[in-house]
């Protein structure tokens, strides 16, 4: 019997970068099938090749045993191929049916549309595969689990039998993931097969028939579950073999720098996002915040770095009140904030470099006397600053915009550690980056916790959490629900927090 | 389970703000207290307005209604009061914003009240105006509606609807008022073809190419008629659609003369509107058109034609604008002047704005708009001291009101205004 | 994918070094080819439509005889355009041997007249361009005009007494501030509840027509008169002519020509710019670098609206001495395609005032000894926007190469203010 789905020779070139080189895939039916891979590795390339949104410049797709050409998602969706993205593809203010069966309508005998029997078709499904979704509902109003799941009755509604799952289990919580995992096992069960795309292992080992590796735009390897351990899919991944540690001493903390106390505030849509939230740094310390995103961490970062206010609680640096102070006056008292969305808050993407590493220290002496910007002073300062800290850039005038995002983020980490600080803020500092900048990064925040910085670390890579901080704090739903020594903590207590099951952890 | 935590989570901390519950109390009694300084203080007692009931000219007539002012001012009053207390005290909740409309309602019938006490106002001939004035806001609303509602910012409605009535004019004087209207329709959807194409596939800035748009119609047809049209006055007298009565209905008074004995534009204006709902939110197409319009990146993936939904909007949109532009010439005055469009294109995107890009929304905000209008030339005679130019400024400031979030959000299309770019 | 993208976005903007170099840095990039061909192409459509549009054409013999006419016509009319915007050589040469100073005058008069259409333009053209700097499209600059024309009109007349040094200042001052107060409104709204500045001074616009409408039939009307025109400002507010009549070039010019200057000082120069600037570029980050919005988008649109009330006390201090009606026919407008053309840079915005000052004052001429209406300038000038708004057109036609660098061009958000 044929592979239900076969990629054959599948090239992509971007300008400059060639995203896919000659990528050999079969699919079996019935088979989960993880493509491994870290970001930028060209998964999501190749998976877009294959829904039509993208064309390939060479190589070959068959289904069932017969080519397919696809030029668009309406080829991939006729072909039964239907794709779950990272980030879902959903109107927030259509209803889950007009969701469901937008594209792919039902249509009344007169002509206009039939939502009663595509609701009815839905809930069918939802009950089919245990998936529980009201089909009158506002997609806004559903929780990101059950998003995601909408997306997936949109694949069941057109009855696909591919299904490629772009980094699932992202923005899910551990137990969501669970209940994801289910969801494809019953799947599988009904005939469907399944193409995972992911960089975590854990899941990879746990959850897939079949795994192929993917690296630099080729295919490394192919294994199952059975045949492989982390450390052998990680340095396939990767190239090395991974140093899963990080060197550093045991920390020396002094005194506290940052006091938090019963922090209350609300997201950007005024819903309550932190709820009463307590914790100190102390110099020379990294406190870690793990969790899964979307349990306060970002607007626990924007309130203490002055770009949201709180609605109650204290926040103390150095002795000073800076509850509600602005975002310069907190910059001023020496915090450095590497912001999570480099990219969106941390660079001005069409100005030069030059003007990137002084954006929050432009009006100050010597980079300008009075209103006067001194630009030969800036031209200066910016070429020591990109020999000190490796930005990779043919001058300090090319735009931020034109380097990779390793150097990008490198231009935030030098504007942030050039000038004298007592508190670091990083958020997700390494969220996208290839293994050498993260080591990079890595590095540098363990070189300022020593000098006596006090870093607070936010990152939902647990990994990240638990190698490089001294103090792990966990959040969830806007609380903080545990606070534990790295040293002492198992992935396992931590996962449990992050999942918001606290007498669990409490007990263990 | 965790999911379903953290759905009801999500749920419990929505609430409604107190501050707007409040603001909204004080707008209320403001207006009250507006009622009784201006229109109850110093009047008269014993004065009566009298509304008369059919629009000047009309065969059906119906009898004159006679209210005693001060008694009627004061009921009004008093209501709008209770009504700011108990928003003050309880709040109308999802209510609010149609307590709002009755108490703008009962402040604008005080002041016709006064305005006309001891003398009468044709109340028929001031809604007919309005209703008739609404035409061209309300179209080239729908105009708006039909781009942005695919995600495609339209600001060249004025230009659009410019070059409708000098290409309904031109080609109606050459041969009959119906070929002149197509032309107009078929024009502008031109101009909607070249809006589409700059903002679509060359990816233009969509108010750059609007306003390009917009000096490019003033340009040509004030060439054209300049160079054309005051040369060969034949040119420029297409003649006019007439009043057509509908049987029945037409007699019927006070309602009658106003709804049911109008050109064939205001009719068109109301088959439009019923069109256009039921095409936005029941069929096929306007699920899609919306799609895109809010989240191109889905529709595409679930193999939508974004580029072709567009295009297809922003067409219609300019036949629409064409539409309602040939309406100045073909359905009002008869000829076409320079310029005469006069700023009501960019109306009807206040209109479209205020009426929060539904058809019938901008119908409502387009007879609003069109009453002020409407109410400005009626001042003159009512002898009233408040200038015209204030009341014909109302359209432009209560949209700046309503966009500044005063009267609560309004439901912009997510997607509106910015290019789509397939990977 | 963004990294690739990314790599497309080359170095946009290398720091201008001075005042001097910018012209040449400006022409040595592959994107003045394209303004410059959009400007010719422009051109050349306008000339078809003239051929077009030309009865005789239609009405020749033979095909050769139309397509003669056609050409003629063309360079009848781009004739005429252009010794009424520059003047006419043999006028010129014949006025200056006979050394007669008033025919001097007479014969060198378009040229000073295309300088006084430009300046207004100088004006409203920075108003845009210093919005679009700051991520803020300013379309209310007509508005903005005519409120500024109202103030420095009525501090001209309302004001008496006063020396010309003081009270020209003054004058053009009230100018500048009625046009702020018409920018700080969408400006506010914009910074503080997020409505859309474009919808907003749409409606700012209109707000001011009327408002000067009511004035100009109400308490600012020349009572002399039976249309709706202002009465005549004081001589002292008058700003200064440099030649006996006709010409009416003015100092005005001069004014235009140091807002320019101290407009670029103040964005490339300054810490205010550079906040400004950033603000424009990626406001998100501005915030996190500890700037402020609601100041600076406030202090951008005041700024703006100032220079386009600048534009319009300009017209009444120094050309008109009294307001009318409709007096500004759409410097506001025109200056949305000028500040593109100029590329959103003070010196460009000169260059590209010039060219129109210089289009628009031909066009006089134009229409009057070839009978083409003055309405064709709106017509290039659409055009011309046109191709600046979509350059990928003139690489099209041309077959330019596509620039090695993508243009961070203007890009504005959608009503929702996302």
């Known amino acids: 019997m044929d592979p239900v789905l076969e990629l054959r020779g599948i090239t992509k070139r971007f300008p400059g970068v060639l995203a896919n080189d000659h990528i050999d895939l079969t699919l079996e039916k019935g088979e989960i099938h993880a493509l491994l891979g870290e970001n930028g590795a060209g998964k999501t390339t190749l998976m877009n090749i294959l829904y039509g949104l993208y064309d390939p410049d060479e190589g070959e797709v068959f289904v069932k045993g017969n080519k397919l050409e696809v030029n668009s998602p309406s080829d991939a969706i006729a072909a039964g191929i239907g794709m779950v993205h990272q980030h879902f593809m959903l109107v927030p203010v259509f209803t889950v049916t007009e969701n469901v069966m937008l594209g792919y309508e039902n249509l009344q005998p007169n002509g206009l549309l039939d939502r009663q029997t595509a609701a009815a078709r839905i809930r069918e499904i939802s009950e089919q595969y245990h998936l529980e979704v009201d089909p009158d509902l506002y997609v806004k109003d559903l929780s990101v689990g059950a998003q995601q799941r909408v997306d997936i009755i949109k694949l069941l509604y057109r009855e696909a ?200 220290t432009y009006y100050i002496e010597p980079n300008a006397r009075g209103v006067l910007m001194q630009q030969d002073i800036l031209l200066k300062t910016a070429d ?4 000190k800290f490796d930005v990779r850039t043919p001058n300090s005038v090319t735009t931020v915009g034109s380097l990779s995002g390793g150097n990008q983020q490198k231009v935030i980490v030098a504007r942030e550690f050039s000038r004298p600080i007592k508190m670091l803020i990083a958020s997700q500092p390494t969220r996208g980056l290839d293994v050498g900048s993260i080591e990079y990064i ?40 545990g606070v534990l020594p790295a040293a002492e903590a198992t992935k396992e207590q931590i996962g449990l927090l992050m999942a918001g099951v606290v007498s669990t952890a409490a007990e263990a | 389970m965790t999911t379903s935590t953290k759905q009801m989570n999500h749920g419990a901390f929505e609430y409604t703000s107190p501050t707007r519950q409040r603001t909204m109390g004080v707008v209320f009694l403001l207006i009250a207290v507006m009622v009784f300084g201006f229109f109850s203080r110093g009047l008269d007692t014993s004065l009566v307005t009298t509304f008369r009931m059919s629009p000047g000219g009309s065969d059906v007539v119906a009898p004159d209604w006679i209210i005693p002012s001060s008694i009627v001012i004061n009921i009004l009053g008093f209501i709008c009061a209770a009504l700011g207390a108990y928003q003050l005290v309880r709040g109308f909740k999802n209510w609010t914003n149609l307590v709002l409309g009755l108490v703008a309602a009962f402040f604008v019938f005080s002041f016709l009240t006064w305005a006309a006490a001891e003398q009468s106002l044709n109340l028929a001939g001031l809604i007919n105006s309005s209703l008739i004035k609404a035409v061209p806001l309300t179209l080239g609303a729908m105009s708006g509606i039909l781009c942005e509602r695919s995600g495609v910012v339209n600001i060249a409605i004025e230009g659009m609807m410019l070059s409708g009535a000098f290409v309904a004019t031109l080609v109606g004087s050459l041969t009959n008022i119906w070929i002149g209207l197509l032309a107009a329709v078929i024009f502008s959807g031109l101009l909607g073809l070249l809006h589409a194409v700059l903002s679509i596939k060359y990816k233009a800035d969509q108010i750059i190419s609007g306003t390009m748009i917009n000096i490019l119609a003033t340009g040509m047809t004030s060439f054209f008629s300049a160079k054309f049209l005051q040369k ?52 096929r197409w306007g699920l899609r058109l919306r799609a895109v319009g809010e989240h191109p990146k889905a529709a595409d993936t679930l193999g939508i034609n974004v580029y072709r939904t567009r295009y297809v909007a922003v067409v219609m949109g300019g036949m629409m ?54 109410l400005a030339s009626k001042l003159a005679i009512l002898k009233v001291p408040i200038p015209s130019e204030f009341l014909l400024m109302a359209p432009y400031l209560v949209t700046m009101i309503v966009l500044a979030g005063v009267v609560g959000r309004t439901q912009v299309p997510a997607a509106d205004g910015v290019p789509y770019e397939k990977e | 994918m963004s990294e690739e993208k990314m790599q497309k976005t080359k170095a946009k903007e290398p720091k201008k070094k001075d005042a001097g170099k910018v012209f040449l840095s400006e022409l040595s990039k592959s994107s003045t080819t394209v303004t410059i061909l959009a400007i010719i192409s422009g051109l050349i459509l306008g000339g078809l439509l003239v051929a077009l549009t030309t009865e005789e054409v239609y009405t020749a013999p ?14 009848k009319t781009y004739e005429a355009l252009f010794t009424g915007a520059i003047g006419t050589p043999s006028k010129i040469v014949a006025a200056l041997q006979s050394g007669d100073a008033e025919a001097i005058r007479r014969a060198f008069n378009p040229f000073f007249e295309s300088l006084v259409a430009s300046t207004p333009y100088i004006f409203a053209g920075l108003a845009v361009a210093l919005g679009f700097r700051v991520g803020l499209f300013n379309i209310g600059a007509e508005g903005q005009i005519f409120i500024g024309a109202l103030c420095a009109v009525t501090a001209g007349i309302y004001l008496k007494g006063l020396p010309h040094i003081i009270h020209v200042p003054l004058s053009m001052l009230a100018g500048a501030l009625g046009g702020a107060l018409w920018g700080f409104i969408p400006g506010i709204l ?76 103040l964005l490339f120069k300054t810490t205010w710019g550079f906040e400004l600037r950033t603000v424009g570029a990626n406001m998100n980050a501005a915030r996190y670098a500890g700037m402020n919005i609601v100041v600076n988008t406030v202090i951008a649109m005041s700024l703006s609206g100032a220079l386009a009330g600048m534009a319009g006390a ?53 229409q009057l000894t070839a009978g083409i209406p003055i309405d064709i300038i709106s017509i290039l000038q659409a055009f011309i926007l046109a191709f600046i708004a979509a350059p990928a057109i003139i690489r099209t036609i041309y077959r330019l190469k596509e620039p090695d660098f993508e243009e961070a061009g203007v890009k504005l958000s959608g009503w929702g203010g996302n």
């Open chain 2, 232 to 283: 060969y006055q034949q040119l420029n007298n297409p003649g006019r659609f007439p009043t057509w009565d509908i049987p029945g209905l037409s007699k019927i008074p006070f309602i009658g003369p106003i709804l049911f004995s109008n050109n064939m534009f205001v009719y068109a204006m109301f088959v439009f509107i019923v069109v256009l709902t039921i095409a936005l939110y029941y069929t």
């Open chain 1, 384 to 387: 020591d600053l990109i020999n």
């Open chain 2, 321 to 374: 604008a064409g539409f309602g532009g040939a309406y100045f010439t073909l359905g009002s005055v008869g000829r076409f002047d320079e310029v005469m469009t006069a700023g009501r294109g960019f109306i009807s995107l206040a209109a479209m704005i205020f009426g929060n890009f539904v058809p019938a929304g901008a119908f409502a905000a387009g007879t609003l708009f069109g009453f002020s209008d409407a």
């Open chain 1, 442 to 481: 890595h590095h540098r925040l363990i070189e300022k916790r020593d000098a006596g910085v006090a870093v607070l670390l936010v990152s939902t890579e647990l990994d990240e959490v638990m190698q490089l901080s001294d103090r792990i704090a966990v959040m969830f739903d806007g609380k903080i629900v």
């Open chain 1, 161 to 360: 039998d591919i299904f490629i799952l772009d980094e699932p289990t992202a923005v899910l919580t551990p137990q969501e993931v669970d209940e994801l995992f289910t969801i494809m096992r019953k799947l599988v069960e009904k005939g469907k097969s399944i193409i995972f795309i992911t960089h975590k292992l854990r899941e990879v080992l746990e959850f897939a028939d079949q795994i192929t590796v993917i690296r630099g735009g080729k295919v490394v390897g192919s294994t199952t579950p059975q045949e492989a351990d982390q450390r052998l899919l990680a340095s396939m991944m990767v190239g090395r073999a991974v140093e899963l540690n990080v060197d550093k001493k045991p920390a020396d903390p002094k005194d506290a720098v940052l006091k938090v106390e019963n922090l209350v505030a609300l997201d950007d849509r005024d819903q309550l996002a932190i709820d009463g939230v307590s914790f100190e740094i102390r110099s020379g310390e990294i406190l870690g915040i793990a969790g899964v995103q979307g349990n306060g961490q970002t607007e626990l970062v924007r309130v203490l770095t002055g770009l949201a206010h709180p609605v109650d609680g204290e926040i103390t640096l150095l002795g000073e009140d800076i509850t509600g102070a602005s975002p310069r006056k907190i910059t001023e008292l020496g915090t450095a904030h590497i912001p999570e969305d480099r990219q969106r808050d941390g660079l001005v993407l069409n100005f030069p470099i030059v003007d990137n590493l002084v954006l929050n």
């Open chain 3, 190 to 265: 914009k910074a503080k509840t997020g409505a859309h500045e474009v919808i907003n001074s749409i409606m700012m616009n209109y707000i001011a027509f009327r408002l000067s409408e009511f004035f100009l039939t109400g308490l600012l009307k020349d009572p002399d008169k039976f249309i709706p025109v202002s009465a005549k400002i004081e001589e002292s507010a008058m700003l200064t002519r440099f030649f006996a009549h006709p010409i009416r070039f003015h100092s005005g010019f001069f004014i235009a020509l140091l807002m320019a200057l101290l407009v670029y000082i």
């Open chain 3, 62 to 75: 033979s095909f050769g005889e139309g397509l003669k006419v056609a050409l003629q016509a063309v360079w």
């Open chain 3, 314 to 366: 300009n017209e009444v201090l120094g050309i008109n001495h009294n307001l009318a009606v409709a007096f500004s026919s759409g410097y506001g407008f025109d200056a949305i395609a000028l500040a593109l053309i100029g590329k959103s840079h003070p010196f460009g915005v000169i260059l590209a005032a010039l060219l129109f000052g210089f289009l628009r004052n031909g066009a006089v001429q134009m």
